[in-house]
């Protein structure tokens, strides 16, 4: 689409915002067109704290679904409304709520964290939330003796179990996105870029998080970028992440980590590339489609992700 196109759209969907008290919020992978029309971009932590203050009728998640099932959970009262209700998650999908619902039964004296990348079903088993950005804390935060079954994330898990000694038992799952990122391409582009800083999100396998001068969550990422006196960073998360950074950052440069083997091209989050200005506005002007959960399972879900908040 041309960026006259986008802005027609774009200014379209902020009539619309005013006229339905609407306030979209959206992750920093969606595309750069999407971010720049959203009142509110963060990362999964600072999304969901935000859906549980906000002051609309309507918000408009721009994203995938577990994100809008979590400010829905969070915001019961508002209309909720998810572009693309196919917009899925890998790691939410490894993990079905009938698979941890047995593997619980086998393990009863063990406290389920989970990360908030699950489905609704999920978090309502689940005894506490965390995101990437408060995982580490959470987990410091429970008894040294408390046995932890964590799921969906081995990767995270792996890098939590690593960072505080203990020994959870991880659920394998993982994203498949971050899954791509290989040390080998990092090696090359730590060769081309030697002043480079890497910087990892800790959803990629723990031999691309081990060359890490920084691992955290997208935000961590973001204002590690910006404390930094380093002037050259190689990115080892998703491909939208490249918007926000060099709008904040313009002097600094980025290179993104490409696929292995390939000389060009992102890794990016298919889900969240669904997304678009064209959806965000069809969504926003028949407030459809919009997410709805029962409440007896909303009630559930929300103890783990208010048991989160609260510990962040
Ligand atoms: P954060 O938003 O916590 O950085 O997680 C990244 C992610 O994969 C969201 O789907
Ligand atoms: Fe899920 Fe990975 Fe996409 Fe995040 S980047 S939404 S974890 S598939």
Same mark, same amino acid.
């Given at each position: 689409m041309s960026s006259v196109e986008n802005s027609v759209l774009a200014e379209k969907i902020a009539a619309l915002k005013k006229e339905k008290r609407a306030i979209i919020l959206a992750h920093y992978y969606t595309d750069g067109a999407v971010q720049a029309v959203a009142d509110f971009v963060g990362d999964s932590l600072a999304l969901s704290q935000k859906a549980a203050g906000v002051d609309a009728d309507i918000i408009l998640f721009a994203g995938v679904r577990f994100m809008a099932e979590t400010a829905k959970v969070l915001s019961p009262d508002k209309k909720v409304l998810l572009?693309?209700?196919? !917009? %899925? =998650?890998s790691l939410a999908d490894s993990c079905s709520a009938a698979d941890l619902a047995r593997v619980k039964a086998e393990y009863p004296d063990h406290l389920v964290v989970a990360y908030v990348n699950t489905s609704v079903e999920v978090k309502a088993l689940t005894d506490i939330c965390c995101t990437s950005s408060n995982a580490l804390k959470i987990v410091e935060g429970l008894p040294k003796e408390q046995k932890i079954l964590f799921v969906p994330d081995r990767n995270l898990g792996g890098y939590i179990n690593k960072c505080t000694g203990r020994e959870m038992k991880l659920?394998? %799952? !993982? =994203?498949l996105v971050h899954e791509e990122f290989s040390a080998e391409a990092i090696e090359a582009l730590k060769k081309a870029h030697p002043q480079a800083k890497v910087v990892v999100h800790p959803e990629c396998r723990a031999e691309v998080v081990q060359l890490a001068d920084y691992a955290g969550s997208t935000a961590g990422i973001l204002s590690y970028c910006g404390e930094s +006196? !380093? +002037?050259e960073f190689i990115v080892a998360t998703e491909s939208g992440i490249l918007y926000e950074m060099e709008n904040r950052y313009p002097t600094k440069r980025f290179y993104p980590v490409p696929k292995s083997g390939a000389c060009e091209g992102c890794i990016s989050c298919l889900d969240m590339k669904k997304v678009t200005l064209e959806n965000i506005y069809e969504t926003l002007l028949n407030e459809s489609p919009k997410v709805v959960i029962d409440e007896e399972m909303r009630v559930k879900a929300e103890k783990s992700i208010t048991r989160m908040l609260a510990g962040s």
């Open positions: 572009p693309v209700v196919e !917009a %899925g =998650c659920w394998d %799952g !993982a =994203c +006196e !380093a +002037e």
